[in-house]
């Protein structure tokens, strides 16, 4: 019987979660009559504004992810070394974004950083895009932290210095090539999740004003029939490839370490 209730209730979360993506898929395929067609899709990638924005996400999306990295690596290294003490502070911190909404971040960055301010970052489009970053960054922060301090926890930080330091290697020496590559698979699977959110995040984006994906989803979605969800389609795809990734960059760090 418990068998039975088990595979019941996988079979009923796979039909809730498959069905309506069978749905939209299917509907997308139906924007010429009586056939089934790409034109839904073609006309999406044949958008200037898809390109534009698509591509200004990716290049937001890569600057977050080395800002991420170099400001997360070394904060997680440092505290989980020299202030163990701190760690519960510094994950409350870090688990901030989760809790307070992105409506709420973004108003105080253009209440603190508009033209009047003391720092007009809202000035200039290059401050603009600055202050998208950071935003970025601060949504993704709780992802990009718990997958870095558990790589940092799989491996022996403290020998690892030691035997650096013993070396005569600094401290950039240190992080740049011993600790980083040790938790690059950490360090991937953050970047990755960063990914996902930097493309899909449209609250910051619209309030800033900057020409994001997540923005032109909305906008075609509130004035297109077919195209929404022929674009829905491809961002749940581009988003389940990252979790794929993810996966697979696991997977080969789990391999690497078995012979050992």
Do not use: H
């Not at 007009?120 to 895009?129: A, D, F, I, R, S």
């Amino acid at each position: 019987m418990k068998k039975f209730w088990a595979w019941g209730a996988l079979i009923f979360g796979l039909l809730y979660f498959i069905l309506p993506l069978v749905g939209m898929t299917n509907f997308s395929l139906k924007m010429r009559r009586g056939v089934y067609s790409l034109d839904a899709y073609a006309v999406v990638l044949g958008d200037p504004r898809f390109q534009e924005t698509f591509t200004y996400s990716i290049l937001m999306a890569l600057s977050t992810i080395v800002f991420g990295v170099l400001l997360v690596v070394p904060t997680a290294y440092w505290v989980r070394l020299k202030l163990p003490g701190l760690r519960p502070y510094i994950e409350f911190i870090t688990l901030l974004p989760l809790v307070i909404p992105a409506i709420v971040i973004v108003f105080g960055y253009i209440r603190l950083y508009n033209t009047s301010s003391w720092l007009p970052l809202t000035g200039t489009t290059t401050g603009t895009n600055i202050l998208l970053m950071f935003g970025y960054s601060t949504l993704a922060l709780p992802y990009m932290y718990r997958s870095v301090d558990t790589g940092l926890r799989s491996i022996d930080i403290a020998t690892l210095t030691e035997a650096a330091q013993s070396l005569g290697a600094g401290w950039t020496t240190i992080l740049a090539k011993i600790i980083l590559p040790n938790v690059l698979v950490a360090v991937l699977s953050g970047a990755f999740l960063t990914f996902a959110i930097v493309i899909g995040e449209f609250t910051m984006a619209a309030l800033l004003n900057r020409p994001a994906f997540g923005p032109y989803m909305q906008l075609l979605g509130a004035n297109r029939a077919y195209e929404p969800a022929a674009l829905a389609v491809m961002s749940f795809a581009l988003t389940w490839g990252c979790l794929g990734l993810i996966q697979l960059v696991s997977r080969f760090q789990k391999g690497a370490q078995s012979p050992a």
